[in-house]
């Protein structure tokens, strides 16, 4: 017991002994850290001029704790305002700057001069500087580097950033423009313009002579007509159009109103071409649906009687099937084309389907036999509102793809309305035309003689009855038609 309680005072002796060397050595350590971070602060002085927070970053990066580098720049001895001024007189020896924008550089994060500081350093340093020339000289070096207009380069001289006045700005324009020509000035920018962002020649005109630019509109106009010799303003069109589409989704309609906006300037020919070879699927929804098909939607024949029975037609279903409509097999008399130019006020349709259909491809061989006394009778093939059909009438949006001789175009008739709307999309004098309708996610496409003819956003709420027939004149000229061919596939959703 007694050799245990000798141990303690042994143990405390000890440490002690060497907290006191702790004490001792430690403090020595730190200290000779802080001279070591003054002296590598003096060394940073006696190179460059730095502000006190900027010769703390400086000791940090080279691995001084802040402590450590805050001690070295209070002790270096150095006068901040005299560093304002050395700095401000290495700017003023390498580049062309205004008071202002000097003083905003000293006192920016990367020089961390004060306020007071900066402004004391450029007002010593610029005293014998002729603000004027430092305007001429930067305006210069603009012309050199880009192609300004007057107007645009006297407001980018007296912008925030570079900050000269007013009236050092268009001294310097004046000197430093003397021998320019502005118009070649106007086509250099609008050839830098297109080949980093495709325009129209309306919009490239207004770019230029917007408030930013500056050109004046004779200016901006010759430097159009200069470049747009060897510029391909339907291929901006498309090259606008892939822009659109890379950052959303639209219909082709939607892209070539886009297009052909006020904003975008194109023309209807440039937004078409535009649209069409920006890449989208559209001329390629057969080959796209193709994959995408049921086996043929059965067709449950020809409807019954209806409710006006009107002359025969002959019809024929596939290509071996020949059927001879008649009074009794759903030839009927219904008001569905009531236009203004009274091209389509009658029609005889027949349906071809039990409805049950939403998404559909609906193909059919159409042959105008005749078209009397006037060619804009003629055939359509379509759809209508299933709940119409049934009821046997036609209050209901539909769309019908109609062809005459002169060439094809969409019928879309809008609910509650007495009359609807033809829109040409082909014209092709012709007497025989392959027709086809894809109807797929609101969307209806057209296809004439298998290519991509148009298309229009779909409201109609399905399902629906597909229908072809002949259409007459509100005189009663009409056509005869034959139909053969017919191909029903029901599309599946991808």
């Not at 000289?137 to 000269?164: D, H, M, P, T």
């Not at 009927?332 to 009531?338: A, H, K, V």
């Amino acid at each position: 017991m007694r050799s245990e309680q000798k141990k303690y005072p042994k143990l405390m002796i000890i440490f002690l002994f060497s907290l006191t060397l702790v004490m001792f050595f430690f403090p020595a350590a730190a200290r000779a850290e802080k001279e070591e971070a003054l002296q590598t602060a003096k060394d940073y002085l006696e190179t460059m001029p730095f502000s006190r927070s900027g010769l703390i970053s400086q000791l940090e990066f080279s691995g001084y704790s802040t402590e450590e580098a805050e001690y070295a720049a209070d002790n270096s001895g150095a006068d901040w305002n005299e560093m304002a001024v050395l700095s401000a007189r290495s700017y003023l020896d390498n580049s062309d700057y205004s008071e202002k924008g000097l003083i905003s550089l000293l006192e920016s994060s990367s020089e961390g001069f004060t306020h007071e500081q900066a402004v004391y350093g450029v007002s010593i340093a610029g005293k014998d500087v002729d603000w004027n020339e430092m305007a001429a000289r930067r305006a210069a070096f603009y012309l050199r580097s880009s192609a300004f207009s007057e107007k645009g380069l006297i407001k980018q001289l007296e912008s925030e950033r570079v900050g000269f006045t007013h009236e050092q700005a268009v001294y310097g324009v004046e000197v430093a423009g003397k021998d320019v020509n502005w118009d070649e000035m106007a086509a250099k920018r609008a050839q830098s313009i297109l080949e980093h962002s495709p325009m129209s020649e309306k919009g490239l005109i207004r770019q230029l002579e917007s408030e930013t630019l500056g050109f004046t509109h004779e200016q901006a106009v010759d430097a159009v007509v200069i470049i747009g010799e060897n510029v391909d303003w339907f291929e901006m069109a498309a090259q606008k159009a892939k822009s659109y589409l890379e950052v959303t989704t639209y219909k082709r309609s939607e892209l070539i109103e886009l297009l052909e906006s006020d904003a975008e300037g194109f023309t209807h020919e440039q937004a078409v071409y535009g649209a069409d070879n920006s890449g989208a699927s559209w001329g390629d929804m057969i080959t796209v649906l193709s994959e995408n098909l049921d086996n043929l939607f059965p067709i449950h024949g020809i409807e019954e009687n209806f409710m006006t029975p009107a002359q025969a037609l002959y019809t024929d279903i596939g290509p071996e099937t020949a059927i001879e409509t008649s009074t009794d097999f759903g030839v009927r008399n219904i008001s569905l084309f009531s236009n203004p130019d009274l091209i389509h006020d009658r029609s005889y349709v027949v349906r071809i389907n039990s409805g049950q259909l939403d998404n559909f491809m609906l193909t059919m061989d159409v042959t105008i036999k005749d078209a009397f006394p006037t060619a804009q009778a003629g055939c359509f093939i379509g759809y209508v509102n299933d709940l119409s059909a049934a009821l046997k009438h036609e209050e209901a949006a539909q769309i019908l793809l109609m062809a005459d001789k002169t060439g094809v175009g969409f019928y879309r008739k809008a609910d509650s309305e007495d009359s609807g709307i033809f829109t040409r999309i082909s014209v092709s004098e012709s007497e025989k035309y392959t027709l086809s309708i894809v109807r797929f996610t609101g969307q209806t496409y057209a296809y004439i003689d298998g290519a991509f003819a148009g298309q229009f956003t779909d409201v109609n709420e399905g399902p629906f009855q597909l229908v072809y027939g002949v259409s007459t004149l509100k005189e009663g000229d009409t056509a005869i038609c034959s139909f053969d061919n017919l191909s029903v596939r029901r599309v599946n959703m991808l």
